[in-house]
């Protein structure tokens, strides 16, 4: 048996139906299909996917999940845009949001972080091609720099 890749995630959220008209616009998620209020199942714009990701609704009075800040849990979801033309968009669309909470170079990828409306981070990451990565991007796969936008525009625009 062999794994092949993660085909869906699935978040317990506050309200089903906020959380996907979030994930729409954040991301440009569609519904592929529902269970009423009670679960929505979106999949990316061009995705061939039965669904990428599931929400189940818990109810508006739930409390925020305590993952990393005392219980054990989920850290975030990645999710991988093609180019930096598609990262710097989404960085656009979610600082008007209110939806970006953070920004980092890892070397070999340069991410964004946000969370969305129940508070549950995400990232949004652009692989750096095998091709493009310079000796700087190499000597630093894996570690957390604050991201210099000039300096990424210069090297991959």
């Given at each position: 048996?062999?794994?092949?890749?993660?085909?869906?995630?699935?978040?317990?959220?506050?309200?089903?139906?906020?959380?996907?008209?979030?994930?729409?616009?954040?991301?440009?998620?569609?519904?592929?299909?529902?269970?009423?209020?009670?679960?929505?199942?979106?999949?990316?714009?061009?995705?061939?996917?039965?669904?990428?990701?599931?929400?189940?609704?818990?109810?508006?009075?739930?409390?925020p999940s305590a993952a990393g800040r005392g219980t054990v849990g989920l850290y975030h979801l990645a999710w991988q845009v093609e180019s930096l033309d598609d990262l710097l968009?989404?960085?656009?669309?979610?600082?008007?949001?209110?939806?970006?909470?953070?920004?980092?170079?890892?070397?070999?990828?340069?991410?964004?972080?946000?969370?969305?409306?129940?508070?549950?981070?995400?990232?949004?990451?652009?692989?750096?091609?095998?091709?493009?990565?310079?000796?700087?991007?190499?000597?630093?796969?894996?570690?957390?720099?604050?991201?210099?936008?000039?300096?990424?525009?210069?090297?991959?625009?």
């Open positions: 048996m062999k794994i092949t890749r993660l085909n869906h995630a699935v978040l317990f959220v506050r309200a089903a139906r906020a959380s996907a008209r979030f994930y729409a616009d954040a991301f440009g998620f569609v519904e592929a299909f529902s269970r009423g209020d009670d679960a929505v199942f979106m999949r990316a714009a061009d995705s061939s996917n039965d669904h990428d990701l599931g929400l189940f609704s818990v109810g508006v009075g739930a409390q968009a989404m960085r656009e669309r979610l600082l008007k949001m209110g939806a970006l909470s953070g920004e980092s170079d890892h070397g070999t990828t340069k991410s964004l972080y946000g969370q969305d409306i129940d508070g549950i981070e995400f990232e949004v990451m652009w692989l750096v091609p095998a091709n493009r990565l310079t000796a700087d991007d190499r000597a630093n796969a894996g570690s957390t720099r604050r991201i210099n936008w000039d300096t990424v525009r210069a090297d991959y625009a």
